[in-house]
């Protein structure tokens, strides 16, 4: 039977090409959303959200996250330089995985993830399933997943300072002519 072998190809060949479209991807925003479609029609992973620092506010604010998340919690939290899970693991930029809740309830929130991943300095990505533990070929494919995401917010912050210089250096041409 090789049923199991055809299924999990298929599931590869798919996160494949969810990882290839992410890494053209033109916005910060964009970006986090094909990563966190891709967890959720891919993986099969129903708490997935991102979160990136935002310099205005000096938190980890949410930018994507799975339709189960938005059914269950209106608003996502942002995580400023508190103790929270989320905001060491943007500093220290090591993935946690296996999360053991600090709820006193005895429901399990929707942000409890069971996966923090960093995305170096942009932010973090936060993983669960609330109804079944993560196994390792999840986990590893979420931290494949959160790399290239990484990889595609610093693309797209390469671009935009590349943007920048390149109007800045068209208006010190138009001085010069003007100059001249």
Same mark, same amino acid.
């Given at each position: 039977?090789?049923?199991? $072998? =055809?299924?999990?190809?298929? $599931?590869?060949?798919?996160?494949? !090409?969810?990882?290839? =479209?992410?890494?053209?991807? *033109?916005?910060?925003?964009? @970006?986090?959303?094909?990563?966190?479609? %891709? %967890?959720?029609?891919?993986?099969?992973?129903?708490?997935?959200?991102? #979160? /990136?620092?935002? &310099?205005?506010?000096?938190? /980890?604010?949410?930018?994507?996250?799975?339709?189960?998340? @938005?059914?269950?919690?209106?608003?996502?939290?942002?995580?400023?330089?508190?103790?929270?899970?989320?905001?060491?693991?943007?500093? !220290?930029?090591?993935?946690?995985?296996?999360?053991?809740?600090?709820? *006193?309830? *005895? $429901?399990?929130?929707?942000?409890?993830? &069971?996966?923090?991943?960093?995305?170096?300095?942009?932010?973090?990505?936060?993983?669960?399933?609330?109804?079944?533990?993560?196994?390792?070929?999840?986990?590893?494919?979420?931290?494949? /997943? @959160? @790399?290239?995401?990484?990889? %595609?917010?610093? #693309?797209?912050?390469?671009?935009?300072? /590349?943007?920048? $210089?390149?109007?800045?250096?068209?208006?010190?041409?138009?001085? %010069?002519?003007?100059?001249?």
């Amino acid at each position: 039977d090789i049923t199991d $072998r =055809k299924e999990r190809e298929q $599931r590869i060949a798919s996160f494949h !090409d969810a990882t290839r =479209k992410l890494t053209t991807s *033109d916005s910060r925003e964009v @970006a986090c959303q094909q990563a966190v479609t %891709a %967890a959720e029609q891919v993986l099969g992973l129903p708490v997935v959200s991102t #979160h /990136l620092y935002t &310099e205005a506010t000096g938190a /980890l604010e949410p930018v994507a996250y799975t339709s189960h998340v @938005a059914d269950e919690q209106t608003d996502l939290p942002s995580f400023g330089p508190d103790h929270s899970l989320p905001w060491q693991v943007y500093v !220290d930029g090591e993935a946690v995985t296996n999360v053991e809740s600090d709820t *006193d309830s *005895d $429901r399990p929130q929707v942000l409890d993830p &069971e996966v923090v991943l960093p995305l170096g300095s942009h932010g973090v990505m936060l993983v669960g399933a609330p109804t079944e533990e993560l196994d390792s070929e999840d986990i590893e494919l979420t931290q494949v /997943l @959160a @790399a290239t995401l990484e990889a %595609a917010l610093n #693309h797209v912050a390469g671009e935009r300072v /590349l943007a920048e $210089r390149e109007e800045e250096l068209r208006q010190h041409q138009e001085r %010069a002519e003007q100059l001249e």
